[in-house]
């Protein structure tokens, strides 16, 4: 393998974020792995002890600009340097838009939005200096917008928008790609309050992609270099 990449993972606790870190570092990857949960964190950590690459787990809250940008320069003062950063930390609530709370609304734009462009603001310095790249973890929801999340959908559009921004703006000298999966075997749905709804939904879930799937198309993409840019890709469950 090549030098290994500087990678960082927000969301790095669970589901998706703690699968692409798994994979990432069994690839001989460094890891830079963010969340709250630092108990969550040291756990992964310690399962990774056996594998090619390594994870460093970091306290990081990226409805915090101040901690973002924290992990950041902790990162790059430990490594010198930042190749990959992959802002993965989402949330998602489903809920009728008469019915749902406001409070949930800006919850999921702090995180999946707000979130999502502190740690761009604090990686693009590194990862220009590195030609480095970008992997946004969209959705099938930043393609076609369901019913009961509609402010979710347009979360999504928006890391969309963020990732086409990039490429036009840097074109030369960074590589951006967009992750798209359908539903993910993570608890995901378990935030929803809509009891209903969660209920409803909990099956389309259960049967999803496992998220080993997902960091499978990670690796793909980071892997990628030199030979082309994933710019763009939608996956989603196997027919059963």
Not at 87 to 101: D, Q, R, S, V
Not at 104 to 122: C, K, P, Q, R, Y
């Amino acid at each position: 393998m090549n030098t290994p990449l500087r990678i960082w993972i927000t969301g790095a606790s669970s589901g998706i974020g703690q699968a692409c870190a798994l994979k990432l570092a069994g690839a001989g990857h460094k890891v830079w792995a963010a969340a709250r949960s630092t108990d969550k964190l040291h756990s992964l950590a310690a399962q990774a002890a056996d594998l090619p690459g390594e994870i460093l787990p970091h306290e990081c809250d990226v409805t915090d600009p101040a901690s973002v940008s924290a992990c950041a320069r902790a990162m790059t003062e430990a490594w010198g340097g930042m190749d990959v950063v992959i802002p993965n930390a989402g949330i998602g609530y489903f809920n009728p838009l008469t019915e749902a709370p406001l409070e949930e609304w800006h919850a999921m734009i702090d995180v999946n939005v707000t979130g999502v462009l502190s740690t761009l603001h604090a990686a693009l310095p590194e990862l220009l200096k590195a030609k480095g790249h970008v992997i946004n973890i969209g959705s099938l929801a930043a393609r076609q917008v369901f019913p009961n999340s509609g402010v979710y959908c347009a979360t999504k559009h928006a890391v969309l928008a963020l990732s086409e921004s990039l490429r036009t703006e840097f074109r030369n000298d960074l590589a951006v790609t967009t992750l798209n999966p359908g539903a993910v075997n993570t608890p995901f749905i378990d935030r929803t309050t809509n009891d209903e709804l969660r209920a409803n939904y909990r099956p389309q879930f259960d049967e999803g992609m496992e998220p080993e799937y997902v960091a499978d198309a990670v690796l793909f993409a980071v892997e990628s270099r030199g030979r082309g840019v994933v710019s763009e890709l939608t996956i989603r469950p196997d027919r059963r």
